[in-house]
């Protein structure tokens, strides 16, 4: 897996059903998540990681992960071919 760049986060957490992040900041800017269009879970090592495939408002994808065992969310970059 690529390296990844640490993100802050809003996430809308409820019991029983999935995290919903909602926005992240790069490079000082807000993205607002317009949509994920796909969740799936997998881990490294000890570490169970939970993806989601996510568009902003101005339609551009990303991959945010979050580690359930260090409690960090990271930005993984996308290409589209």
């Known amino acids: 897996m690529m390296s990844g760049l640490p993100i802050r986060i809003?996430?809308?957490y409820q019991e029983g059903v999935k995290p919903k992040p909602v926005w992240f900041e790069l490079n000082r800017?807000?993205?607002k998540i317009a949509r994920t269009t796909?969740?799936?879970k997998d881990r490294i090592g000890d570490a169970p990681l939970l993806h989601?495939?996510?568009v902003d408002e101005e339609d551009s994808l990303f991959e945010l992960v979050f580690n359930?065992?260090?409690q960090t969310w990271m930005l993984y970059p996308q290409k589209v071919e």
Do not use: N
């Open 68 to 70: 359930s065992l260090d």
């Open 52 to 54: 989601f495939a996510v």
């Open 38 to 40: 796909y969740y799936w």
């Open 10 to 12: 809003a996430v809308v």
């Open 29 to 31: 800017k807000q993205h």
